[in-house]
């Protein structure tokens, strides 16, 4: 209940505003949080090993950075949020409203990490035209987008997450195994987050996080 309440004094505006300018969104360093996020992603599909139709994004939040990778290596991008104001941001950056948020310096950024040469406009045409659907979703519920989705995803990815959402480690847990739900089996879970942190600001609203360690995780991902 604490953390429904915290959720309803979310503002998308103020929280990009404090997670994805600078100081954390700085392009010159990877010691700044935001290009080592884009790092560990453009290396992660880089692999080549994940692919498919379908990748669904876990908490998409008001924020596409994290599909920007992700988005060449499937035919369809499903984003979700449990908050209608973080959809409808996400709706407005799709069609291409004026006034939200530019995510310019991080297309360019990525391009430039994953180093072929790819023309911004390019990622950015294809990011809008991949994200197909945005959808409700409670990963607190056993069928977190309230009724499976048909065929299930090739690939899951959450970042930040389902540690800022759960009020301690075994909701943690039993939120990732719902979320299992919905990968098809032999696919692949992406999970990006940070170890040990314990709050995150969103403008009026300071969301607490459940403080994991990384033995956590591993134990709550064997579980599911
Ligand atoms: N993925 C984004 C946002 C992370 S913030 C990023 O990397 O910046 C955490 C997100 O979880 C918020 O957008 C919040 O609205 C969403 N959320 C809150 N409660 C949730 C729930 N029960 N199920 C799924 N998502 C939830």
Not at 177 to 194: I, K, M, N
Request: charged share 25%.
């Amino acid at each position: 209940a604490a953390l429904r309440e915290g959720y309803e004094r979310f503002d998308p505006r103020a929280y990009l505003q404090n997670n994805y300018l600078p100081p954390r969104a700085d392009f010159s360093s990877e010691e700044f949080v935001v290009p080592w996020k884009l790092r560990c992603l453009a290396e992660t599909f880089a692999s080549g090993e994940i692919h498919g139709r379908t990748l669904i994004d876990v908490g998409s939040g008001p924020t596409i950075y994290q599909l920007l990778s992700a988005c060449d290596h499937f035919e369809e991008i499903v984003a979700t949020d449990y908050l209608a104001v973080n959809r409808e941001e996400l709706g407005r950056w799709a069609r291409g409203d004026p006034g939200t948020f530019d995510w310019s310096p991080f297309i360019q950024h990525v391009c430039k990490i994953e180093g072929r040469g790819e023309p911004r406009q390019e990622k950015e045409r294809r990011r809008r035209a991949r994200l197909r659907r945005i959808l409700p979703i409670d990963v607190h519920r056993a069928e977190p987008l309230g009724a499976p989705l048909s065929p299930p995803a090739d690939a899951l990815l959450s970042a930040f997450c389902l540690e800022a959402v759960s009020p301690d480690r075994a909701a943690f847990a039993r939120a990732l195994a719902h979320v299992g739900s919905l990968l098809r089996p032999g696919g692949h879970l992406l999970l990006l987050g940070a170890l040990g942190e314990s709050f995150y600001l969103a403008g009026p609203a300071r969301l607490p996080v459940v403080p994991l360690a990384e033995p956590d995780v591993r134990a709550a991902l064997a579980a599911a």
